[in-house]
């Protein structure tokens, strides 16, 4: 709605995509989970996905990030379609999945070795290791860190492909609240500072006002884009001031009707 | 403390003296060096911090085994309990290990050489047919019903077969370990491939890894904890076929000369030969062990076994 003078710019976009699957206890039969999902990011732009569990946002994103495909529709990055995974579009989990068998700094330089590059951008390894405050844990194994830890790791993992859009399906949502406002601030950081296109799948409503530029608001079964929320304040942003809370409402209050609307149909 | 397991040991001295043969020089010998390096660490204990921290935890096990060293003589030598050409006393079994030392050493060495051999090729073959089935689906597919059907074989049961087949004992001795161990370590390294998490792969794949990639630097890390459990099932394994192997068909080696003394009732040396086994299967157990912790450092404080 309104996308279309973006269209242009856009770093990422999504047309009319739909995605099923196989319901295996009744065989032949499908359960769409994603029925038309159309947005596009511009470049730099700081993007939340939000919507109730089983809404889709995960499997949005696999087909962003070219670990699987839509039954119809496209994804483009750049006016390209995606065709498979590729380093361009890096992934970070709710789990960091850091490889348990590579130390701090060998898990960062994964991407760098995947590519073939190790030897041109070793030098790249240490700014990153720096970036996410982790200069003195190379030799660490990943069993050793804290949950924010590894996650940074992963984060850092990702960003050193230099990806055109960072994919984050709920990274934060392990930790515990207060490792989590800070690894939010620390992603903002991130952000700020390399300008990566970033869209962001979480359930929490505070972090999404609090980190994005706009929240697309997704309603379930089927997963579709229901509402595009611009959040116009400035950074940083007061979790408390009155704006805030009034979009918190706004939001909830959405979701909450979304969420009836489901049941109902359903 | 350490003073209790050599006061044991010095009643054992006394009840010994007094039974065997004089022949068996040398197991005094034995004791009585035993019995000094004993004391010197009890003594030295208190001058030497580290030896005391080094000696600690081992001096219960070295008490134990001095203690079963003169139940055994006491109920062989000592009392006459057990009928004597069967079972000797330690101090016969040492004198013809020392006695035969050459054939024993020769035995040893063309044991190892031999399992050595069989376990590299099984492994090796082992892993990539394990990779393989573990990986690529046409191979799970063509492969598994040949590992379920001949994998449950023991090896040992091909040995008449394999008489027939080979033209040398030792080769087809080689194969039959390579099959013993071929067997888990495919299994298992193929349970591992396949049971790499997915999502190593999805992070993998998004980060511009290629199938070599995957393969090598993923799947197989990700698998290597259960590669080394059928490397040690296949080790055991092994273990069984060599002395099988050594005493139907091949002419040297421990298992052969187990089977050889038997054969001339020569019962000393059949103790000292398994007394030999015993070490040397443990000490390449060890080995693995270690090269294992070497490895999965990684995985410290997760695996216990």
Redesign the interface.
């Known amino acids: 709605m309104v996308t279309s003078n973006l269209v242009a710019a856009s770093a990422l976009r999504v047309e009319e995509v739909c995605k099923s699957f196989p319901v295996l206890d009744v065989p032949g039969t499908s359960r769409p989970a994603l029925g038309g999902i159309s947005f596009s990011i511009a470049a730099s732009e700081l993007v939340s996905l939000v919507g109730p569990s089983g809404c889709g946002k995960s499997t949005l994103l ?1 087909l962003i ?3 699987d495909f839509p039954d119809s529709g496209e994804l483009l990055v750049d006016e390209e379609k995606i065709l498979g ?3 361009a ?3 970070v ?1 709710q ?1 960091p ?1 850091l ?5 701090v700094r060998r898990n960062i330089e ?2 760098l ?3 073939g590059v190790l030897q041109e951008k070793r030098h790249e390894v240490d700014d990153f290791m720096r970036l996410v405050g982790l200069e003195t844990f190379g030799r660490s ?3 050793h860190l804290s949950g924010g830890m590894s996650q940074r790791v992963a984060l850092a ?2 960003l050193i ?1 230099h990806p055109k859009v960072l994919l984050l399906d709920e990274p934060l949502g392990a930790l515990d609240a207060f490792t989590r406002m800070r690894m939010q601030d620390e992603v903002l950081h991130l952000w700020e500072n390399r300008r990566t296109t970033m869209l962001l799948v979480t359930h929490d409503i505070d972090e999404a006002i609090y980190m994005s530029d706009r929240i697309l608001v997704m309603t379930s079964a089927p997963g579709r884009i229901d509402r595009e929320i611009d959040i116009d304040l400035g950074r940083p942003r007061d979790r408390t001031s009155e704006s805030f809370l009034r979009l918190r409402s706004e939001i909830l209050e959405h979701l909450h009707f979304a969420g009836k609307a489901a049941d109902v149909s359903a | 403390m350490p003073v209790a397991g050599a006061i044991a040991f010095a009643a054992h001295l006394a009840v010994y003296k007094n039974e065997t043969p004089m022949e068996a020089r040398t197991y005094t010998n034995f004791l009585a060096t035993f019995l000094m390096i004993s004391i010197l660490i009890a003594v030295g204990q208190y001058r030497w911090r580290r030896l005391r921290a080094a000696v600690w935890r081992m001096r219960p096990l070295f008490t134990a085994a001095v203690l079963l060293l003169c139940a055994w003589e006491l109920i062989t030598a000592g009392w006459h309990w057990l009928p004597l050409p069967y079972f000797p006393s330690p101090a016969a079994v040492l004198q013809s290990m020392i006695s035969d030392r050459t054939l024993l050493f020769d035995s040893t060495w063309h044991s190892l050489v031999l399992l050595l051999a069989g376990y590299f090729l099984g492994a090796l073959a082992g892993f990539v047919s394990g990779v393989c089935i573990g990986w690529s689906d046409p191979a799970r597919y063509w492969g598994m019903p040949l590992l379920k059907v001949i994998g449950p074989v023991p090896a040992t049961a091909w040995i008449p077969l394999a008489m027939v087949i080979s033209p040398s004992a030792t080769l087809s001795a080689t194969a039959l370990i390579a099959l013993a161990v071929w067997f888990p370590v495919t299994m298992l390294t193929a349970s591992g491939i396949s049971n790499t ?1 997915a ?2 792969l ?9 199938q070599r ?1 995957l393969i090598f ?2 799947a197989i ?2 698998a ?1 904890p259960s590669i080394f459990v059928g490397l040690f099932m296949g080790l055991g394994a092994s273990f069984l076929t060599l002395v099988v192997a050594e005493s139907v068909g091949v002419k040297s080696g421990l298992g052969w000369y187990v089977s050889w003394a038997q054969g001339w009732a020569e019962y000393g040396k059949v103790f000292a030969a398994l007394i030999i086994m015993a070490a040397f299967f443990s000490t390449i157990m060890t080995l693995l062990f270690k090269l294992r912790d070497r490895v999965l ?6 695996i216990k076994w």
């Open positions: 696999r990030a070219g670990l995974p590729s380093a579009r890096g992934l989990f789990d999945n490889f348990p068998w590579l130390t994964a991407g070795v995947a590519r194994y990943p069993h993992r990702a492909n | 998490r999502s190593y999805d992070v993998a794949r998004t980060l511009g890894a290629n990639y630097r993923v890390p990700a290597l450092v990684w995985q410290k404080g997760m």
